[in-house]
């Protein structure tokens, strides 16, 4: 990629109407446009950065044998009906007619479509479990959409489903997805924590959240020494104030801030139910097929990051889901034929080893590009002019700290290649 026919969209100034970091942040370095209130268009940086956290999941969902497809984002009423959602989802649910004035919604979950889905095609037992999902927009009409992709009303979010004969093989599946949460959310190179939940408007026996830790969080968690956790909201279901002061003194545990990022869910049989999905086992006994349900908040990832990552020149990218690898600065390279020449050998090398590599050619001063990169967070810095044309070799810097080095083009490859 060459920075002069890439569209970057970065800010000198620093939006108004944004209240926290992330949110100022993905706007100045040009991730994100809003469209209205609570809806976000992705620029190619953000863009970048959403496809990476995608493929860190699907990679994990793929790896324990859960199948990807895509369902309709527009679903029809009856379905809700079946379920009761129709009645008690209530406003975040966006109610739409076609032109025979039939009832539809905007998809916010989807329990719904995949339970009607599997009961069209499960003709035996010997076809469970099933484990499928999607990476797909969510509508919800939030009542206050804020934060900008944190809390949107739309936004993409993973969601798998599975369904099984009993609930061994649900409780089974459910730690399948636990492990593979904790391995992406490591992978993603965030600090989270995993909490008890509760279960809301999805339902079901049990359910357990994922939280990155970070001050602006909207949910309070209460975490013991080992990092195991309950989120506020249950335990004042359960106690009051006074009870809940008592009960992190003698348990010594810590109170933080968390945004949540995943929620799965033991749905049991709350839809197999309503939605007569059921199924006659080996001793011919008919049984509600048992369901789980697991999400995670793809686009609230990148801000979640954002949140955690960062300093007082922009953002610092975990290395797994920055836009790219490195970016090479040139300095006046649109005067200088030798520079020009060097920093495309440098940027094919880079590139013939498979390394994401911008290169910034635009006719603009140094001090600008380097803003620029810094503020975007791409993790690698190189920059060559005349003299690092001369002597082969480029000045180096990490994004998030001061100092630089003179490495050798065979350094660098080394360095970003591994
Ligand atoms: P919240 O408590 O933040 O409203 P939720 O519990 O309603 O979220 P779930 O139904 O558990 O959300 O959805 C799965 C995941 O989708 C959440 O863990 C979260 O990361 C993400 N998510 C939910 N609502 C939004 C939203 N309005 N904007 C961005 N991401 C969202
Ligand atoms: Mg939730």
Redesign the pocket.
């Known amino acids: 990629m060459k920075a002069s026919k890439y569209p970057l969209f970065t800010q000198k100034n620093n939006p108004s109407d944004a209240e926290i970091i992330s949110h100022k942040l993905m706007l100045k370095a040009g991730l994100t446009r809003q469209q209205s209130s609570?809806q976000y268009s992705f620029l190619p940086i953000g863009y970048r950065v959403l496809k990476k956290i995608e493929n860190i999941i699907r990679e994990e969902m793929n790896a324990i044998g859960s199948a990807e497809i895509l369902m309709p984002s527009v679903q029809p009423s009856e379905l809700w009906e079946e379920s009761g959602r129709w009645e008690t989802y209530g406003l975040e649910l966006l109610r739409l007619k076609d032109r025979h004035q039939r009832d539809y919604c905007l998809g916010?979950?989807f329990e719904e479509v995949i339970t009607d889905l599997v009961r069209k095609d499960l003709n035996s037992y010997k076809q469970l479990p099933i484990n499928m999902y999607q990476i797909s927009s969510?509508f919800?009409d939030?009542i206050r959409?804020r934060f900008g992709?944190?809390?949107?009303?739309e936004?993409i979010?993973k969601?798998a489903y599975s369904f099984h004969l009993n609930q061994e093989c649900l409780d089974e599946w459910y730690e399948n997805y636990k492990k593979a949460y904790n391995k992406i959310f490591t992978r993603l190179q965030l600090e989270y924590t995993m909490v008890d939940a509760d279960s809301?408007?999805?339902g079901g026996s049990k359910s357990n959240?994922?939280h990155v830790i970070a001050d602006t969080g909207?949910?309070d968690l209460l975490i013991d020494q080992d990092g195991i956790g309950v989120n506020y909201e249950i335990a004042q279901t359960k106690y009051n104030s006074d009870d809940i002061k008592k009960i992190i003194r003698e348990n010594n545990l810590v109170h933080k801030k968390g945004?949540?990022?995943?929620?799965i869910?033991k749905l049991g049989d709350k839809y197999s139910k309503s939605m007569k999905l059921s199924i006659a086992n080996a001793e011919s006994k008919i049984c509600n097929i048992e369901m789980g349900c697991y999400?995670?908040?793809v686009?609230?990832?990148i801000a979640a990051a954002i949140e955690q990552n960062h300093d007082d020149k922009g953002i610092v990218w975990p290395a797994t889901i920055a836009p790219f690898k490195i970016v090479i600065i040139e300095i006046d390279g649109h005067k200088n034929e030798s520079v020009r020449l060097y920093t495309s050998e440098l940027y094919e090398r880079l590139s013939a080893k498979g390394v994401e590599v911008i290169l910034d050619d635009r006719d603009s001063k140094l001090g600008n590009k380097l803003n620029d990169w810094e503020l975007i967070g791409v993790p690698n810095i190189v920059i060559v002019g005349k003299s690092e044309a001369e002597t082969k070799s480029v000045t180096f810097k990490k994004r998030g700290q001061d100092d630089k080095s003179s490495l050798s083009i065979e350094d660098l490859i080394k360095i970003t290649s591994d």
């Open positions: 609570g916010p979950t969510k919800r939030e959409p992709i944190m809390r949107a009303r936004f979010m969601d809301g408007n999805i959240e994922f909207e949910d945004i949540e990022v995943g929620h869910f999400g995670i908040g686009s609230r990832i």
